[in-house]
């Protein structure tokens, strides 16, 4: 097994491809790129080469599959999804810091799938998902404020899942006293009110945060 | 206050408008139509009269807002979403059948909060959320069997946000038995193995179904 502690590795899903530059460039610079074997479609029409085509391969052409057989890892297994089996591809390379890219958009239970599982990854590495219109991190949340970088006017949603958790926020424009998110509606459309927020919380907890552009 | 039991409302939030031609042709034909502000640029585009404009009226242009003054709801409390705004301005007036489209795509945080809306609308309305890849709607199980009406092939996902609760499925590709979804991706990428599937469940609990068109 090898050791990557310090690189960085990008996956892309097989939601809606980025159509922001700077994200395309993130996958053209890319390290180390996996790509679920159903958005290899999007790579190849841009030239880039990916170092891992992963899946259960029921979504790429024969034309794709014979093209990059040197490169195709296949995953039957039903029990994950193509995004989980190219995380832990990544993972089982010893990369801890992962970027993934086109989790979002089209089917919606795919969207919310794939947002879901960045709770699941938490322990795994540091993760960013990255879309046209923001970011979603996941941070634990414990007494003591934690510090998110921010800047001005950016609009801030979180999300917990746990209804015992209340959560307390600083310099957000709608300020979080002791507040449980039983719904994910309850915390979303906030504003960063400068280059920093903080969270802390009743108990250690993960909460997702989503960070527009 | 109205009173419209048997009569349908549908709701244009300001997500991605749709490129499905039956959903705009719902939009059309719509005896009631209740547009999010943001979203009111699509239907001056094609030419549909909504009944009521609804918001905050942050993202909403001027010359619109000037035009349809006639059919302006302004509301300003920042402690529900656009949506919400229409969905209880549609309950205020008796509608019991509720189609809300354009909820999904473009920002991520709108796009779960108003999939998790869905759940606290169960109680109002029969609510169906239409997007272009598929519909959401919740369903409140219990014990005994609930038929859901599917088609052979038909990819379904569902979720249920308590991890107490254990769900059962018939006519399901990959069946659930006693099974517990803490996660939000364990319950998606099953399929419909013929025109209805069932759900059961160990105690009385809502669940949020995704069908694919």
Same mark, same amino acid.
């Given at each position: 097994?090898?050791?990557?502690? +310090?690189?960085?590795?990008?996956? =892309? ?12 460039? =993130? ?6 790129? #996996? #790509? ?6 999007? %790579?190849?029409?841009?030239?880039? %080469? ?8 029921? @979504?790429? @052409? ?9 490169? *195709?890892?296949?995953?039957?297994? !039903? ?6 089996? $190219? ?28 947002? @879901? ?19 979603? !991190?996941?941070?634990? *949340?414990?007494? @003591?404020?934690?510090?998110? !970088? ?7 949603? %979180? ?5 015992? #958790? ?10 979080? +006293? ?7 509606? +309850?915390?979303?459309?906030?504003? $960063?009110?400068? /280059? ?8 250690? /907890?993960? #909460?997702?945060?989503? !960070? /527009?552009?």
């Amino acid at each position: 097994m090898k050791n990557h502690p +310090n690189k960085k590795a990008f996956i =892309l899903a097989n939601g809606s491809f980025p159509k922001n530059k700077a994200l395309r460039t =993130l996958l053209h610079d890319a390290e180390f790129l #996996v #790509v679920c074997d159903g958005a290899m479609r999007h %790579l190849e029409a841009l030239d880039i %080469l990916p170092h891992a085509i992963i899946g259960d391969l029921d @979504s790429i @052409s024969p034309q794709l599959k014979a093209k990059y057989q040197d490169r *195709i890892i296949e995953i039957k297994e !039903q029990n994950s999804n193509d995004l989980s089996k $190219a995380f832990f591809y990544c993972i089982s390379l010893g990369y801890k810091e992962i970027t993934i890219l086109g989790a979002t958009g089209k089917r919606e239970d795919h969207t919310l799938a794939n947002i @879901s599982l960045l709770l699941h990854y938490h322990s795994f590495a540091k993760v960013i998902l990255r879309s046209d219109y923001g970011t979603f !991190q996941t941070f634990a *949340i414990k007494q @003591s404020p934690h510090v998110i !970088q921010s800047f001005k006017g950016q609009q801030i949603s %979180l999300f917990c899942l746990d209804p015992s #958790v209340q959560l307390t926020s600083t310099k957000l424009k709608y300020p979080l +006293n002791d507040l449980s998110l039983p719904l994910w509606a +309850n915390g979303t459309l906030n504003e $960063a009110l400068g /280059t920093d927020f903080t969270l802390s919380s009743n108990k250690p /907890t993960l #909460v997702l945060v989503y !960070q /527009t552009l």
